[in-house]
């Protein structure tokens, strides 16, 4: 669908916030793919998710600024033997989801684009209108994520992430990103070789300075590498280093200041301690400012939006070769495991999410799969004769995250579709399903309910029919 008839269509199908389908303003134009990814979110009746640590127990969660990073694979295993389905109790409340799309066309054009927000507030969903233009909305009120308001104060946040938006129609707390703020940080270090300021096939030498357990102790390796074990294997400590380089060149508050300027206003980090590069948790992003990010590593042609102020945004904002090293290290990820589920291929639990192919990396002898110190029993082989698209993605995963973002391009002779997803939700590793059975001694857990994948795949279905 190319943009004059997205356009048209816009202007005819304006939704007008009924019962079936709150939209923010009476007026907003929408297009027809935000309506079915309400309909898809909402179909997958999150609420009967069981809460392993519930408020009521006296487990309740740390406030959100406690420190927050992708556990390891013995922690999780730690903690699955601390905690039982038995002990948990399902939601007290609609969690809190932020979903975007952006369908691309041949040349990686925006063609549609939807963005749909789910919370206490909004139980049935809202579509939230996104001007054509400039990809972009003002009618939200986000607010910074805290897991104690989501849970004692029904699911409001108290902290607004972007000043002015007081009046805004839709109020909404946008999930802490978990590893998905990973993205940023590499289009920060993408910048800056851009820009001659860091080689990446130079050492780093990380010193930190205290040493931070989460992000590890002294190393040193090619800035390449550390960006790759970021991104591929969800490596902490890399990404502690990462942070802490861009630090070194006093260089956040320009990252932070370059996503505003191109349009994703929502998209930063701040609060990082540049002598070790930890502490994450003052990090934001917005399902569709992360699916615009995206659509410009894509690089599809000409404009890919036009911001509020007039900015033409190009795939320029990086060089064609940062955008393909950023291609190739997403289409490299491990972690396949929450929109999309190949890792435990042919297990009956979680089910099948988006038909991806499990990148030849990762795969051993046998077909079984080893991401770093994560290890999967299943042979991924038949799920990858069978993929139909590659998911160039990034995921992450705390107690109160789940959050998965990537590109989605199918295979020559299969169903059509090449898209843009990212869906963040703060049912993370302390929530599961009733019937999930347990997991092998010694296999990489599945880490969130598999609703997640039975969105993915609804999601892909309905990319195909477009």
């Keep these: 669908m190319n943009l004059t008839r997205f356009t048209a269509l816009c202007t005819a199908l304006t939704i007008t916030g009924a019962a079936l389908a709150p939209v923010a303003n009476a007026g907003e134009e929408h297009h027809p793919l935000a309506e079915r990814l309400r309909e898809a979110i909402v179909a997958q009746n999150f609420k009967d998710v069981i809460d392993l640590t519930p408020p009521a127990t006296g487990t309740a969660r740390s406030a959100g600024k406690k420190e927050k990073y992708d556990p390891s694979p013995a922690e999780l295993a730690n903690k699955a033997r601390a905690l039982s389905v038995q002990a948990g109790k399902p939601l007290h409340q609609t969690p809190n989801m932020d979903a975007a799309i952006i369908q691309l066309d041949a040349f990686g054009r925006p063609a549609a684009v939807a963005n749909v927000l789910l ?92 040493v931070r357990e989460a992000c590890g102790g002294k190393s040193t390796k090619k800035v390449r590498q550390l960006f790759d074990e970021m991104i591929t294997k969800s490596q902490n400590e890399s990404t502690c280093a990462l942070i802490k380089l861009i630090h070194d060149l006093n260089s956040w508050d320009a990252v932070n200041r370059t996503f505003a300027d191109l349009g994703m206003p929502t998209l930063m980090v701040t609060g990082t301690l540049p002598g070790n590069g930890g502490r994450w948790i003052d990090s934001n992003m917005s399902g569709l400012d992360t699916a615009k990010l995206l659509l410009l590593v894509n690089g599809g042609f000409g404009v890919l939006w036009t911001t509020d102020a007039g900015k033409q945004v190009t795939r320029n904002e990086l060089s064609a070769s940062s955008r393909r090293f950023f291609q190739e290290t997403l ?136």
């Excluded at 289009?187 to 930190?208: E, H, I, S, W």
């Design 119 to 210: 919370s206490p507030q909004y139980p049935n969903g809202v579509v939230v209108p996104v001007k054509h233009r400039s990809l972009a909305t003002d009618q939200v009120r986000y607010r910074w994520w805290d897991d104690d308001e989501w849970d004692a104060n029904g699911g409001k946040g108290t902290r607004d992430v972007l000043p002015g938006r007081e009046n805004a129609a839709i109020d909404f707390s946008s999930p802490y990103p978990a590893s998905v703020l990973k993205l940023m940080v590499g289009f920060g270090v993408l910048r800056l070789a851009d820009q001659g300021k860091v080689d990446l096939d130079a050492d780093y030498v990380y010193d930190p300075n205290p």
């Design 331 to 466: 289409a490299g990820q491990g972690h396949n495991e929450m929109l999309s589920t190949p890792n435990w291929c042919g297990r009956a639990y979680p089910v099948q999410g988006i038909p991806q192919r499990v990148p030849e990396r990762w795969i051993k002898p046998d077909g079984t799969v080893t991401v770093g110190d994560a290890v999967y029993d299943r042979d991924v082989r038949p799920c990858n004769e069978a993929a139909e698209v590659t998911f160039a993605h990034k995921t992450g995963w705390v107690d109160t995250t789940g959050s998965d973002a990537g590109i989605v391009k199918s295979f020559r002779g299969k169903d059509n579709r090449n898209y843009v997803v990212v869906v963040f939700c703060n049912l993370g590793t302390d929530y599961v399903d009733a019937d999930r059975p347990a997991d092998p001694p010694g296999v990489f857990p599945v880490l969130y309910t598999q609703k997640y994948a039975q969105l993915g795949k609804a999601i892909d279905t309905i990319m195909k029919s477009l």
